[in-house]
Structure formats: C-alpha cells, structure tokens
C-alpha cells in the first residue's frame, strides 16, 4: 500500500480561483512536504509542516495536517498560469531517513 | 544558492549496458539519496546514503544497482546491466538532516533501448 496518496490525480481550474489538493498517508509521521514540480524538470521544496502542527502558510500557500485522518491537504490561493505543475506530498516517517512521495496532483491553470 | 548538480543530463544506452549516473550533492549536506519516477507517474525512493554508507534501500535497489561516493563531492548510482524497466528520470537529492526539505537535483533521463 502507498504511504501518501494525492487526491485528485489532476485538476483543472481558471486561474484566478484557489486550488486544493489533498493527500492522505497511513503511517505515523515526523512531518509532511509538499514539492512541486514543473514538465521534466527536478522536484521543488514548497513547504513543510510538523506532525504536533496543524496549520501553515507561505504566501499563496496553505498547508493543514490532520493526524487524526492522516490527511493533509494544499491550498494554492488565487492561481496564476505558472502554478500550472505536479504537486506531490512527502511523509518522513519516524525511524527512517526517506522521504515517501504519493502520486502527485497535475494541477492545470487556465488563462 | 547552491544546489545539487546531475549528469549526464540525459543518456541512451543498450539492454545490458553498464550505466552511471553522477551527482554533485550539496557541500554542507550530510544526507544523500536516489529517487526514480518513471514518465508520469510517482517519484520512488531507491536509496539513502549517510556516512559513506547505504542506511536505507527499497525493494527497487536490487543488486543491479550501487551507489559511491568516491570523493568528498561526488555521489554516483551504478546500474551494472541496464534492463528496458529501468528506462525513467533518476534525481539525486541531498539534505543537511533527516528532517528538512530535500534539495533535488533536474534529473538524468536514462532510456535503455
């Protein structure tokens, strides 16, 4: 079974509007990232939120956890084209060095 | 800004091949891994690599595949005979510990014919 399942695969929207993205994992966690990624090109640090957090932002961006659910979700407030990636959520997992990324979500803003 | 550099950034070999692909970690950083995603789909975890050592593998990292580091910079992955499966983007990452944000390189695009 994966550890983080992104949710939808892919999302269409007029830029202009907020975009959300939800991931949901299964094991205990230390903290939960989200990455971007642009067409061919490598992974990009969003943001990080720690598992005794409940709630963050930077700028455009809002990231909430819910250990309870073991769900996470990515708000991307008043999209612009160039938001238009994957979006891909990674758990550390206690006792290990790896990050675990789920499927990721294609995110599409239209002009 | 430092970052993590790949190369080649893109290599085409034959089934069987041996291939290695480099990668410059970040100089400060202390945690190293290899992660693959196939065209499309998830990034995989392959390994992690910490004080010269391979701390954790999936079941991906067969014995096809080594990693090295054999200087103070580099941070290579080894896959010995090259199979049609192992067609797909490696990214090489970095990071000072285990609990921050992963540094990603752009990738090597490998395609085994």
């Known amino acids: 079974s994966q550890q983080g399942e992104e949710d939808p695969q892919a999302l269409s929207i007029q830029e202009g509007e907020n975009a959300t993205m939800n991931c949901s994992y299964k094991t205990s966690i230390n903290n939960l990232q989200w990455y971007r990624q642009n067409s061919g090109r490598g992974l990009v640090h969003l943001i990080l939120i720690r598992s005794n957090e409940r709630e963050k932002h930077s700028g455009r961006l809002r990231v909430t956890l819910d250990t309870s659910k073991k769900s996470s979700s990515l708000l991307i407030t008043a999209s612009r084209a160039a938001d238009t990636a994957s979006y891909f959520c990674?758990?550390?997992?206690?006792?290990?060095?790896?990050?675990?990324f789920g499927q990721g979500t294609r995110l599409t803003i239209n002009p | 800004e430092p970052e993590v550099t790949q190369t080649p950034s893109h290599q085409v070999t034959q089934m069987g091949q041996e291939v290695i692909l480099r990668c410059v970690p970040i100089s400060n950083h202390l945690y190293f891994y290899w992660y693959r995603q196939i065209l499309g789909q998830k990034v995989e975890f392959l390994v992690s690599?910490?004080?010269?050592?391979?701390?954790?593998k999936s079941e991906i990292f067969d014995d096809q595949f080594s990693v090295e580091r054999p200087d103070g910079s580099n941070f290579t992955l080894k896959i010995r005979s090259t199979k049609l499966e192992d067609s797909a983007m490696y990214f090489c990452?970095?990071?000072?510990?285990?609990?921050?944000?992963?540094?990603f390189g752009e990738g090597s695009r490998l395609t085994v014919l």
């Open positions: 990674a758990t550390g997992v206690q006792g290990a060095q790896k990050l675990v």
């Open positions: 990452a970095s990071r000072p510990d285990t609990a921050g944000e992963l540094f």
């Open positions: 690599f910490y004080n010269n050592e391979i701390s954790e």
